[in-house]
């Protein structure tokens, strides 16, 4: 699929947050997480505006995403996987004793998923925190279909018996 400029805009506008909650779950700083949301839709405009033909917009930024949080973390030469009890969880129409109800579960995944590994916390931050389909999932990951549903599986009941 060919994106024109008003198509990338309004692909921007509906996945910036998602990139940038994603990069900042995977670096635990908000400036480092602003940098790289910046520098992947800079790549991915570049790309678009270099004729590339991308058959899943969506897919293709979250891989460049992945991609840029990796070499982020090779040039440092460490790896951190960040506390997501700084990430906010709003929403509106909940009472403020749901709010704690549903912060308290969050706080409680959290733990679980630090001790995860890389490719099933990655896994389960595209599918269940920012909402991606299996598909996307396994795309992005550069796994079939079946590989990525059988590795969530594996991964959920890894965080249920932590849990």
Do not use: C
């Not at 779950?25 to 992947?40: F, M, N, R, S």
Request: glycine share 4%.
């Amino acid at each position: 699929m060919k994106l024109s400029r008003k198509k990338f805009s309004k692909l921007y506008d509906k996945l910036l947050n998602k990139v940038f909650r994603f990069v900042y779950l995977k670096t635990g700083q908000q400036e480092v997480a602003q940098d790289l949301t910046a520098q992947v839709f800079t790549k991915v405009w570049k790309k678009v505006k270099g004729g590339l033909d991308i058959e899943n917009p969506k897919a293709y930024i979250f891989q460049v995403t992945r991609a840029q949080v990796a070499d982020y973390f090779r040039k440092k030469a460490k790896f951190q996987v960040v506390s997501t009890a700084a990430v906010e969880i709003e929403d509106a129409s909940l009472s403020l004793e749901d709010k704690a109800s549903q912060m308290s579960d969050w706080q409680i995944a959290q733990a679980g998923i630090k001790n995860l590994s890389e490719e099933s916390q990655t896994a389960i931050s595209l599918r269940y925190v920012n909402g991606l389909s299996i598909k996307e999932v396994a795309k992005i990951m550069e796994k079939s279909q079946g590989a990525t549903r059988v590795m969530l599986h594996r991964a959920l009941q890894e965080l249920r018996s932590k849990m």
